[in-house]
């Protein structure tokens, strides 16, 4: 039996769970994506807190112009910049069974430039 698009991105999802997890020290930065927003947060898994969050339906980053892949860059910049704020300089990336080009490429590349390490 044939494997649903969604069902085979949730085995590549939790194959990468069971690796990257979040500390304290180095947390975890979470991407969700769907076919019109895009969501990241960064996430302290030991603890169950969610440190920092952003999303394209955010109201500074909703109303800024441009394709997905741009909003997803303002998204990265965006939490990088709240994280920094939270005392949070390294994480470790879930691309959360995307493949990583395209907006998850782009967050990538918002979170690098605002001063995350990764």
Same mark, same amino acid.
């Given at each position: ?24 020290? /180095? ?5 969700? /994506?769907?076919?019109?927003? +895009? ?11 969610? +440190? ?8 500074? &980053? ?8 741009? &909003? ?18 390294? &994480?470790? !990336? ?23 390490? !990764?």
């Amino acid at each position: 039996m044939a494997l649903t698009k969604n069902e085979r991105r949730l085995r590549i999802k939790n194959r990468i769970r069971k690796v990257v997890s979040g500390t304290e020290a /180095r947390p975890r930065l979470a991407v969700y /994506r769907s076919n019109k927003e +895009i969501y990241a947060q960064v996430v302290d898994d030991v603890n169950g807190k969610t +440190i920092a969050s952003s999303s394209s339906r955010d109201k500074d &980053i909703s109303a800024a112009k441009g394709n997905k892949s741009e &909003i997803a860059e303002l998204v990265g910049k965006a939490l990088g910049e709240k994280a920094l704020k939270a005392g949070v300089e390294t &994480i470790a !990336f879930d691309r959360g069974g995307y493949l990583y080009h395209g907006r998850i490429k782009s967050l990538a590349d918002g979170a690098r430039a605002a001063g995350l390490k !990764f």
